[in-house]
Every structure is written in structure tokens, then in C-alpha cells.
């Protein structure tokens, strides 16, 4: 299993890290079976798992029980455990609650928290000093969409990007172990990748970024409808899948299913 040293060994190395989110035992399973370097329980279940539109309402206890699952799948992979909205934002207290909770009771590796305003600053210095591991998550940070203005990618001027590679450096000093760059300009991905010592996580970031997260669902192409420009699909699960489920519905009503080797 990767600890926060290898990591920081890899980007030392120049060795690019893969991260990948999951949400339950059996593709954490699968996972734990391949070279993938680290798990992400992304809060992004909202919307692949629960089908909301955005991951504003997903809860600390959906989180905690997603992870828990992905820890019984998974025994060899740094698992990183979103903190959900909301669930960090009111007071210290409440941040180390959440992330206490969430470490004791899933034993994930650490927890992921969004934006870099002086309260969440705060809040990270605090989370560090007293042995969470944190990663931070600058750019487009969804659980902000409304204020963002969006899905949309950030960082496009120069006042912009010079305020989330404030954030960046902010961050670090803060303590995180890592950050996750999504949906900003690929110069800037680099820029602040080159500028840290802690690896860079990016998601439509661009290649110059430490390492690269995608989203399971996205990567295996389980939705042909969602096509951002970052993603890459892997597979076509889609397709799979649909006409796995035609087949079975198929040999069920022209009773090819089940067969004598299928019957006791
Ligand atoms: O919730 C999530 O899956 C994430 C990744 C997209 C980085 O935060």
C-alpha cells in the first residue's frame, strides 16, 4: 500500500500517481487487483450512485457507510474519504468531528476537503497539527458549483488563476499531503505542480499535474450521455451491460435460460 512517503517519493521520482474513486467492496475488490495507486470515496457518489445533480446534499453518514465498504473490498490501497458539504464548514469542533468520525469508524487513510478560504485554511492547519491527513481540492470545487457559476472551468484569467495559485501555495503551508487541481487551464495545472513539493492530483488539468483522478463510472463509460471534455473512457460499459441485461431477458422468455447445467 502507498503511504503519504511514497508518494511524495513518486513525485520526487517524477513518477505519476493514479487515483480512482470507488464506492463499494466489490470494485474496490477489483481495484486492490491492479496497479491503481490510491482510492478516492469521492463525494461524487451524490451523482453516480444516488443520481442527484450535484453532491451538495450527500450526508457524512453516506459517506462513512460508502467508505466502509470500500475498506472491506479493498485491504491495499490509500484510501482518501471526501468530507461531505457542510460537514467541515461551521467550526473547528465540527471539522474534527467529521474527519474523526470518518477515520475511526471507516479507517480510511484521510480525508479531502475543498476550497482554500481563510476558514477552511484554518481548519486544515488545525485537522494537520492534531494527525488528520488532508488533501485539499482547488479549482472547480462542485460542492461550490452555485457560487462558481457552474461546471465550468476555472482559472481562465489571469486574476483567476493567480488566486488559486495563491490557494495552491496556501495550502501546502497549511499541510495537506496532496491536492486534487479539477477543470483548470493545463499552463496552470503546471505551473502550480512545479511550484509545490506535495504532488498535484488533476482532473482536466492537463498531463503536467503529479498524477490524474478519474471518476470509476466515467473512466469504465457506464453513462454515453456524459462526455466532458477531461474524461477518457476506457470501456464502454454502457453498451456491456445493456446488452448483458437484453441477453438474460432474451433467453429468459425463449426459455434458453436457464439450461440443464444451470438446474439442480
Ligand atoms: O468527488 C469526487 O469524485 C472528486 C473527484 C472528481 C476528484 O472529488
Do not use: W
Not at 479493498?74 to 474523526?100: M, Q, R, W
Not at 499531503?177 to 503546471?190: A, D, T, Y
Amino acid at each position: 500500500m502507498k503511504t503519504i512517503i511514497q508518494l511524495f517519493q513518486n513525485k520526487k521520482n517524477k513518477e505519476k500517481i493514479s487515483v480512482i474513486t470507488c464506492y463499494d467492496a466489490s470494485f474496490a475488490r477489483l481495484i486492490s487487483k491492479t496497479n491503481i495507486d490510491c482510492i478516492l470515496v469521492g463525494d461524487s457518489l451524490g451523482m453516480v450512485i444516488q443520481g442527484l445533480s450535484s453532491t451538495v446534499p450527500v450526508t457524512l453518514e453516506e459517506m462513512i457507510y460508502h467508505t466502509k465498504s470500500v475498506k472491506r473490498g479493498s485491504t491495499n490501497k490509500y484510501i482518501i474519504c471526501d468530507l461531505p458539504f457542510l460537514s467541515y464548514h461551521t467550526s473547528l469542533e465540527n471539522a474534527v468531528f467529521s474527519a474523526g468520525k470518518v477515520l475511526k469508524e471507516t479507517e480510511a487513510d484521510a480525508v479531502k476537503l475543498e476550497g482554500a478560504s481563510n476558514k477552511i485554511l484554518e481548519i486544515i492547519t488545525h485537522l494537520t497539527e492534531i494527525g488528520i491527513p488532508v488533501m485539499g481540492h482547488l479549482g472547480l470545487t462542485p460542492q461550490s458549483y452555485q457560487t462558481l457559476g457552474g461546471y465550468r472551468v476555472q482559472g481562465k484569467d489571469t486574476k483567476e488563476a493567480d488566486k488559486i495559485y495563491e490557494d495552491a501555495l496556501a495550502l501546502e503551508k497549511a499541510g495537506v499531503f496532496s491536492i486534487v487541481l479539477e477543470m483548470i487551464p493545463s499552463s496552470l495545472g503546471k505551473k502550480i505542480s512545479e511550484s509545490l513539493k506535495i504532488p498535484t492530483i488533476g482532473i482536466g488539468a492537463g498531463v503536467d499535474t503529479d498524477g490524474q483522478v478519474l471518476v470509476l463510472y466515467d473512466l469504465l463509460g457506464m453513462n454515453d450521455d456524459f462526455k466532458p471534455k477531461f474524461l477518457k473512457k476506457y470501456a464502454n460499459l454502457e453498451e456491456i451491460i445493456k446488452n448483458s441485461l437484453n441477453n438474460f431477458h432474451e433467453e429468459t422468455v425463449n426459455l434458453s435460460f436457464p439450461k440443464p447445467e444451470n438446474s439442480f
